[in-house]
T-cell receptor, first 114, second 110 residues
Framework: DGGITQSPKYLFRKEGQNVTLSCEQN?????MYWYRQDPGQGLRLIYY???????QKGDIAEGYSVSREKKESFPLTVTSAQKNPTAFYLC?????????????FGPGTRLLVL | GQSLEQPSEVTAVEGAIVQINCTYQ??????LSWYQQHDGGAPTFLSY????GLEETGRFSSFLSRSDSYGYLLLQELQMKDSASYFC???????????FGKGTMLLVSP
């Protein structure tokens, strides 16, 4: 079955620690996205990538980093510079030429700070 | 910049009809999308409007008025499983990303 997988489902971070969230898709989509969702809030864009080896900052990129070495994978690293990392992180992908801009989301990773 | 406004919460009973409004401000406009998210789950795409008018998909319909920068999602014959958050989203011309509203929590009661 085609889809997007995210791991782990829950992740705990200690103070000063970097953690990496995994996102994999087998939909053959060109574009991938990372969003952060806080309680009662919408989705805010962290980073996105339209093609392998290229990515752009979204609205709240500070304290985060990404890589796009393979079309299928778009991992997100939450660095120690992100002072308030507790949130629900969602990865999404889309066909770049989809006029409806439909994005397909993974199940999410909930990050908690110890 | 872009901004979207939608009500934070809407309540309704099973079998009823409910309308969730969305107004937006963007420097350009490609289309208005709607996504559904159940508590703790992944958002899923519901509908998309690029032109004025009504788009119908089963029990759900979505409307757009570009001149009013306004759209709505209409849910008919409400079921308990429709209890979820609903997000409108827009794409600004020249960009390839979506900007999401803060979401409307729909509570359907028996």
């Amino acid at each position: 079955d085609g889809g997007i997988t995210q791991s782990p489902k829950y992740l705990f971070r200690k103070e000063g620690q970097n953690v990496t969230l995994s996102c994999e898709q087998n939909l053959n989509h060109d574009a991938m996205y990372w969003y952060r969702q806080d309680p009662g809030q919408g989705l805010r864009l962290i980073y996105y990538s339209q093609i392998v080896n290229d990515f752009q900052k979204g609205d709240i990129a500070e304290g985060y980093s990404v890589s796009r070495e393979k079309k299928e994978s778009f991992p997100l690293t939450v660095t120690s510079a992100q002072k308030n990392p507790t949130a629900f992180y969602l990865c999404a992908s889309s066909i770049d030429n989809d006029r409806r801009e439909t994005q397909y989301f993974g199940p999410g990773t909930r990050l908690l700070v110890l | 910049g872009q901004s979207l406004e939608q009500p934070s919460e809407v309540t309704a009973v099973e079998g009823a009809i409910v309308q969730i409004n969305c107004t937006y401000q963007t420097s350009g406009f490609y289309g208005l999308s709607w996504y559904q998210q159940h508590d703790g789950g992944a958002p899923t795409f519901l509908s998309y409007n690029a032109l004025d008018g009504l788009e119908e998909t089963g029990r759900f319909s979505s409307f757009l008025s570009r001149s009013d920068s306004y759209g709505y999602l209409l849910l008919q014959e409400l079921q308990m499983k429709d209890s979820a958050s609903y997000f409108c989203a827009v794409r600004d011309s020249g960009y390839s990303t979506l900007t999401f509203g803060k979401g409307t929590m729909l509570l359907v009661s028996p």
